[in-house]
């Protein structure tokens, strides 16, 4: 009878269905690997489900959004910040314009929105109030609101926490952040602006943090005298309709043409086509590369991330693999076939992905939901909901799951063709032929080069910056894919690089020529160690080029007020108009008095100093003369504002959509070089003045253009031949001029001064300085304006009271605050050595899991050399040495692998000026890792081995 070699019927499945069993039975044998390896990959599975989740938190629901702020209402009329009937607010925020012609119309004036409330509604009115209260012998601001805001239609918005509804007059809701800061309880008496209340409960506006301090008052409790100017500013009324008809996108469009926001329930749940959000001639909206950017980085360093995991759990599977050599040889030898035997390495990378996602998104999931849940108990607004990203986290589960496959069939195929006889003798798989390795790294490695110079190419191809934000995702895809290509060929190219480097070891120590001939003679365990040092090393090295950009471009982009640590406290205060409408007279300060106040409330005085500029306008309402005839500046009023002309070339060129087309140009930097300065940009004075504003000394030749009549000039953008021109504008009215936008009113007077320019220290917003006896001749009316005050640090929340309290007492105004210019936000920092923390975490685990591998693979050599007389300082010595070789080698080629990529992507964006190499954190992350590996392999190697049995030697 012949022979019937025909596969039977279902006997891949029954294969498969034994190598799976055979695969479970191991993971159980081996638990410590195992869970290894799940965490491996269940870490940054659940970071990424985490970290969307989160983010899709943030961002509210349509639903959401008319609960937060509707509540049960249909619509809410407001203030529209528009400068013409020809705008169109965005249907979900009604506070902001999405689209306008941007032309300003000088006859356009808005209507109060009680005028367009439809019929059929029952109205409810929020009046925003500012109120002040005493705090010792100061008065300080305190934010009101008044409303009744435990009517039904307010559910969802208002919420009743501690506490009763008021029952009185005198009783009132406050928010939990009202009592932490004034130290009260309900029921205790609290003395205001508006009257003495009784707070008996405590009231959370879900669109707004618990932590705000808000007096709710009903309407009608606040007589009407004490609403002052808020009465007169339609900006601080809301109007809430009730009723069971919704408003329409059309009634929306229709507000809108006369100057009215109106957030619609309907309009909200159900938002109108793109096509109808935009009028006709609308202005190009500037859309930032920022954001694209930040989307690069994070898609360069998730890439690098899944990597990482990938190359450490292949570190692991490796060694799992040889130490099931004699097991598969055995399966083998029974007449199981290669695909049998690879698969049973196989399906422990598929027992375990599958664990290890779906314990992540599992962790991701309940972690990311304790925050939501513990930020809403405490009454911030920052998350909305719990809203899980479905298909973020599907994406994640799946790289992870695939990543662990992967990183399972490498050692799975090198198992399977190991030979048999080879296998039952030694237990040790034979070193393979490296050559096809070496030359499909090699070609990876072109590979690589030519899409990075593809990117980087296309990148610099366009020379206009709005086609460079269109490429940027094409750029970042090719530079992504170059990365990952680039590691993966170095992985490749590792065993032939080992090879060549340790060729040469004569002059080494005994240890370190042993570890070097141990790491070329097995390559199959020295390559993953190495692989996954450079894995993590890339994407530590990316995050830290990354972060030191994003830092470097933050601060090159600040907007300084003025220099860091300092404070402005006018001298001179508009008063509000008298009961008959006309305006008072300013209430001028004592600045001696004003300085003494605030050195008393905090201790962190360095220096003041009085600030002399032209007269700022004062008693002059914006909009078209009545006619031409009235003088810009009267004996009551003051309606010029000063400026510097830019002469014509000197300006920074933008493209159509707003965006600078060269950053670095000399035209766009500077201050005041793209914004137009406010009535405080010019100071009269001298030495002492250019010091304390500009933090610069005043030169010789800066003094002598002073004394000549002249002006020293903060930007040269603003010079031509040593002169500059000063430009008197009428502030009543606009023109907008094509060729310096900056100049928005009517010139009405233009002085020709010789200029000689002293640049700050930062791009503070000030043209410069003149003397006084300049700003005589030219008829400015200088007189005393601002205290400067300069302070030691950053003052802290108690002491930013403390000094407003002071100076609120002084003013005998409530509102007054005290706010410091900060400089670059520390915050920014902290989460830069954030990120350089997690990054070494990152490169010292990995170097620690792949030490420990690697010394449990090495362990029968151990032996062998402690059975031959070694001392323990030798097996210790060698096992360090070893660790330094793989770890500095993967260190070195995953910082350059990192770097070059990030520091491509960033300069295919707007930040490509701000490109900074963090040199020192580089080399801090090639030499630690390398020895830290180092020393805890040394640790790690115990200077006694335990008894164990040898493989045969046949």
Same mark, same amino acid.
């Given at each position: 009878?012949?022979?019937?070699?025909?596969?039977?019927?279902?006997?891949?499945?029954?294969?498969?269905?034994?190598?799976?069993?055979?695969?479970?039975?191991?993971?159980?044998?081996?638990?410590?690997?195992?869970?290894?390896?799940?965490?491996?990959?269940?870490?940054?599975?659940?970071?990424?489900?985490?970290?969307?989740?989160?983010?899709?938190?943030?961002?509210?629901?349509?639903?959401?959004?008319?609960?937060?702020?509707?509540?049960?209402?249909?619509?809410?009329?407001?203030?529209?910040?528009?400068?013409?009937?020809?705008?169109?607010?965005?249907?979900?925020?009604?506070?902001?314009?999405?689209?306008?012609?941007?032309?300003?119309?000088?006859?356009?004036?808005?209507?109060?929105?009680?005028?367009?409330?439809?019929?059929?509604?029952?109205?409810?009115?929020?009046?925003?109030?500012?109120?002040?209260?005493?705090?010792?012998?100061?008065?300080?601001?305190?934010?009101?609101?008044?409303?009744?805001?435990?009517?039904?239609?307010?559910?969802?918005?208002?919420?009743?926490?501690?506490?009763?509804?008021?029952?009185?007059?005198?009783?009132?809701?406050?928010?939990?952040?009202?009592?932490?800061?004034?130290?009260?309880?309900?029921?205790?008496?609290? #003395?205001?602006?508006?009257?003495?209340?009784?707070?008996?409960?405590?009231?959370?506006?879900?669109?707004?943090?618990?932590?705000?301090?808000?007096?709710?008052?009903?309407?009608?409790?606040?007589?009407?005298?004490?609403?002052?100017?808020?009465?007169?500013?339609?900006?601080?009324?809301?109007?809430?309709?009730? !009723?069971?008809?919704?408003?329409?996108?059309?009634?929306?469009?229709?507000?809108?043409?006369?100057?009215?926001?109106?957030?619609?329930?309907?309009?909200?749940?159900?938002?109108?086509?793109?096509?109808?959000?935009?009028?006709?001639?609308?202005?190009?909206?500037?859309?930032?590369?920022?954001?694209? #950017?930040?989307?690069?980085?994070?898609?360069?360093?998730?890439?690098?991330?899944?990597?990482?995991?990938?190359?450490?759990? !292949?570190?692991?599977?490796?060694?799992?693999?040889?130490?099931?050599?004699?097991?598969?040889?055995?399966?083998?030898?029974?007449?199981?076939?290669?695909?049998?035997?690879?698969?049973?390495?196989?399906?422990?990378?598929?027992?375990?992905?599958?664990?290890?996602?779906?314990?992540?998104?599992?962790?991701?999931?309940?972690?990311?939901?304790?925050?939501?849940?513990?930020?809403?108990?405490?009454?911030?607004?920052?998350?909305? !909901?719990?809203?899980?990203?479905?298909?973020?986290?599907?994406?994640?589960?799946?790289?992870?799951?695939?990543?662990?496959?992967?990183?399972?069939?490498?050692?799975?195929?090198?198992?399977?063709?190991?030979?048999?006889?080879?296998?039952?003798?030694? !237990?040790?798989?034979?070193?393979?032929?490296?050559?096809?390795?070496?030359?499909?790294?090699?070609?990876?490695?072109?590979?690589?080069?030519?899409?990075?110079?593809?990117?980087?190419?296309?990148?610099?191809?366009?020379?206009?910056?709005?086609?460079?934000?269109?490429?940027?995702?094409?750029?970042?895809?090719?530079?992504?894919?170059?990365?990952?290509?680039?590691?993966?060929?170095?992985?490749?190219?590792?065993?032939?690089?080992?090879?060549?480097?340790?060729?040469?070891?004569?002059?080494?120590?005994?240890?370190?020529?042993?570890?070097?001939?141990?790491?070329?003679?097995?390559?199959?365990?020295?390559?993953?160690?190495?692989?996954?040092?450079?894995?993590?090393?890339?994407?530590?090295?990316?995050?830290?080029?990354?972060?030191?950009?994003?830092?470097?471009?933050?601060?090159?982009?600040?907007?300084?007020?003025?220099?860091?640590?300092?404070?402005?406290?006018?001298?001179?205060?508009?008063?509000?108009?008298?009961?008959?409408?006309?305006?008072?007279?300013?209430?001028?300060?004592?600045?001696?008095?004003?300085?003494?106040?605030?050195?008393?409330?905090?201790?962190?005085?360095?220096?003041?100093?009085?600030?002399?500029?032209?007269?700022?306008?004062?008693?002059?309402?914006?909009?078209?003369?009545?006619?031409?005839?009235?003088?810009?500046?009267?004996?009551?009023?003051?309606?010029?504002?000063?400026?510097?002309?830019?002469?014509?070339?000197?300006?920074?060129?933008?493209?159509?959509?707003?965006?600078?087309?060269?950053?670095?140009?000399?035209?766009?930097?500077?201050?005041?070089?793209?914004?137009?300065?406010?009535?405080?940009?010019?100071?009269?004075?001298?030495?002492?003045?250019?010091?304390?504003?500009?933090?610069?000394?005043?030169?010789?030749?800066?003094?002598?253009?002073?004394?000549?009549?002249?002006?020293?000039?903060?930007?040269?953008?603003?010079?031509?031949?040593?002169?500059?021109?000063?430009?008197?504008?009428?502030?009543?009215?606009?023109?907008?001029?094509?060729?310096?936008?900056?100049?928005?009113?009517?010139?009405?007077?233009?002085?020709?001064?010789?200029?000689?320019?002293?640049?700050?220290?930062?791009?503070?917003?000030?043209?410069?300085?003149?003397?006084?006896? #300049?700003?005589?001749?030219?008829?400015?009316?200088?007189?005393?304006?601002?205290?400067?005050?300069?302070?030691?640090?950053?003052?802290?929340?108690?002491?930013?009271?403390?000094?407003?309290?002071?100076?609120?007492?002084?003013?005998?105004?409530?509102?007054?605050?005290?706010?410091?210019?900060?400089?670059?936000?520390?915050?920014?920092?902290?989460?830069?050595?954030?990120?350089?923390?997690?990054?070494?975490?990152?490169?010292?685990?990995?170097?620690?899991?792949?030490?420990?591998?690697?010394?449990?693979?090495?362990?029968?050599?151990?032996?062998?050399?402690?059975?031959?007389?070694?001392?323990?300082?030798?097996?210790?010595?060698?096992?360090?040495?070893?660790?330094?070789?793989?770890?500095?080698?993967?260190?070195?080629?995953?910082?350059?692998?990192?770097?070059?990529?990030?520091?491509?992507?960033?300069?295919?964006?707007?930040?490509?000026?701000?490109?900074?190499?963090?040199?020192?954190?580089?080399?801090?992350?090639?030499?630690?890792?390398?020895?830290?590996?180092?020393?805890?392999?040394?640790?790690?190697?115990?200077?006694?081995?335990?008894?164990?049995?040898?493989?045969?030697?046949?």
């Amino acid at each position: 009878m012949p022979l019937d070699l025909t596969p039977a019927p279902g006997g891949r499945r029954s294969s498969f269905r034994v190598a799976l069993r055979m695969a479970r039975r191991d993971i159980r044998r081996h638990r410590g690997r195992s869970f290894l390896i799940v965490l491996l990959i269940m870490l940054p599975v659940a970071g990424m489900t985490g970290a969307a989740t989160l983010y899709q938190s943030s961002q509210r629901t349509p639903g959401e959004i008319v609960r937060y702020e509707l509540g049960n209402a249909q619509a809410r009329f407001s203030a529209l910040a528009s400068v013409n009937a020809e705008s169109i607010q965005d249907p979900l925020n009604d506070v902001v314009v999405a689209s306008s012609t941007g032309n300003v119309d000088p006859d356009f004036i808005a209507t109060p929105p009680e005028e367009l409330l439809p019929e059929g509604y029952d109205v409810l009115p929020m009046r925003q109030l500012q109120l002040t209260t005493t705090v010792g012998e100061a008065l300080v601001s305190l934010n009101g609101v008044q409303v009744d805001a435990l009517n039904p239609a307010f559910t969802g918005k208002f919420t009743l926490l501690d506490g009763r509804a008021p029952e009185s007059s005198q009783e009132v809701l406050v928010s939990r952040g009202l009592l932490e800061r004034f130290h009260l309880q309900l029921g205790e008496e609290f #003395t205001t602006s508006a009257g003495i209340f009784v707070p008996v409960g405590t009231l959370r506006d879900a669109d707004a943090s618990d932590n705000n301090s808000f007096l709710y008052v009903q309407p009608g409790q606040v007589a009407p005298a004490v609403l002052g100017r808020e009465r007169e500013l339609p900006q601080s009324v809301s109007y809430y309709l009730v !009723g069971p008809e919704p408003v329409s996108w059309q009634q929306v469009r229709a507000a809108n043409r006369q100057g009215v926001a109106v957030l619609s329930r309907s309009v909200v749940l159900d938002p109108p086509p793109l096509d109808q959000r935009v009028v006709s001639g609308a202005q190009p909206r500037y859309e930032s590369t920022e954001a694209l #950017t930040l989307y690069a980085s994070f898609g360069l360093l998730g890439a690098l991330a899944l990597l990482e995991v990938g190359l450490l759990a !292949g570190a692991a599977f490796a060694v799992g693999a040889k130490r099931q050599v004699r097991e598969l040889a055995l399966l083998a030898a029974s007449g199981a076939e290669t695909p049998t035997v690879r698969a049973v390495v196989t399906a422990a990378g598929l027992w375990l992905g599958a664990i290890a996602v779906m314990a992540g998104a599992g962790l991701g999931l309940g972690a990311a939901a304790v925050v939501v849940l513990w930020v809403r108990s405490t009454g911030s607004a920052r998350l909305a !909901g719990l809203h899980p990203d479905i298909l973020l986290t599907s994406v994640a589960m799946l790289m992870g799951l695939a990543a662990c496959i992967l990183a399972a069939v490498a050692p799975a195929g090198q198992v399977a063709r190991q030979a048999v006889l080879g296998a039952l003798k030694s !237990g040790r798989a034979p070193a393979g032929n490296g050559k096809r390795t070496s030359i499909t790294g090699a070609v990876l490695l072109v590979a690589a080069v030519g899409l990075l110079a593809a990117g980087w190419l296309l990148g610099q191809s366009a020379k206009d910056p709005d086609r460079q934000a269109e490429q940027l995702p094409l750029v970042a895809t090719l530079l992504i894919g170059g990365a990952v290509l680039a590691v993966a060929a170095l992985v490749l190219l590792t065993g032939w690089l080992i090879v060549r480097l340790t060729s040469r070891t004569q002059w080494l120590s005994l240890p370190l020529r042993m570890a070097a001939r141990d790491s070329a003679r097995n390559r199959g365990r020295t390559v993953p160690a190495v692989a996954a040092v450079l894995a993590a090393a890339t994407l530590a090295s990316a995050g830290l080029v990354l972060s030191a950009t994003q830092q470097t471009w933050m601060r090159d982009n600040h907007s300084w007020s003025a220099l860091e640590n300092q404070t402005f406290l006018p001298l001179s205060l508009d008063q509000p108009l008298s009961a008959d409408g006309s305006t008072q007279p300013p209430v001028e300060v004592d600045p001696a008095e004003l300085s003494a106040a605030v050195e008393r409330a905090i201790g962190t005085v360095a220096w003041t100093q009085v600030i002399t500029a032209p007269a700022y306008p004062r008693n002059c309402g914006d909009g078209p003369l009545p006619s031409p005839e009235t003088p810009a500046r009267t004996a009551t009023s003051n309606c010029l504002q000063y400026s510097l002309a830019r002469p014509e070339g000197n300006e920074c060129a933008m493209t159509p959509q707003r965006r600078i087309k060269d950053p670095a140009d000399w035209r766009c930097q500077g201050a005041l070089a793209q914004w137009s300065g406010s009535h405080r940009a010019v100071v009269v004075g001298g030495a002492d003045e250019i010091r304390a504003v500009l933090g610069r000394e005043a030169g010789p030749e800066a003094l002598a253009v002073l004394d000549a009549g002249g002006m020293v000039v903060t930007n040269p953008v603003f010079v031509r031949d040593g002169t500059t021109v000063l430009l008197g504008q009428d502030v009543r009215t606009w023109n907008e001029s094509a060729s310096d936008p900056s100049l928005t009113h009517d010139t009405v007077s233009s002085s020709a001064l010789p200029a000689v320019v002293v640049e700050p220290a930062e791009a503070v917003p000030y043209y410069g300085v003149i003397s006084p006896e #300049t700003a005589e001749r030219l008829d400015l009316r200088a007189e005393p304006a601002e205290l400067l005050v300069q302070l030691d640090r950053q003052p802290s929340a108690a002491e930013a009271d403390a000094a407003a309290a002071a100076v609120a007492a002084v003013y005998k105004q409530p509102g007054a605050g005290f706010w410091a210019e900060p400089g670059v936000s520390q915050d920014n920092q902290w989460m830069f050595w954030l990120i350089v923390a997690a990054s070494a975490v990152i490169t010292l685990s990995a170097a620690g899991i792949t030490t420990g591998l690697a010394l449990a693979d090495a362990r029968n050599d151990h032996m062998t050399l402690a059975g031959v007389g070694a001392s323990p300082r030798l097996r210790k010595g060698l096992a360090a040495a070893q660790a330094l070789l793989t770890s500095g080698l993967g260190a070195a080629l995953g910082t350059i692998a990192g770097a070059v990529p990030a520091v491509l992507i960033v300069a295919s964006t707007d930040m490509r000026t701000a490109v900074e190499i963090p040199w020192l954190h580089l080399l801090a992350l090639v030499l630690a890792v390398p020895l830290t590996g180092s020393a805890l392999a040394w640790i790690c190697t115990r200077a006694v081995l335990p008894m164990s049995r040898r493989g045969l030697v046949g």
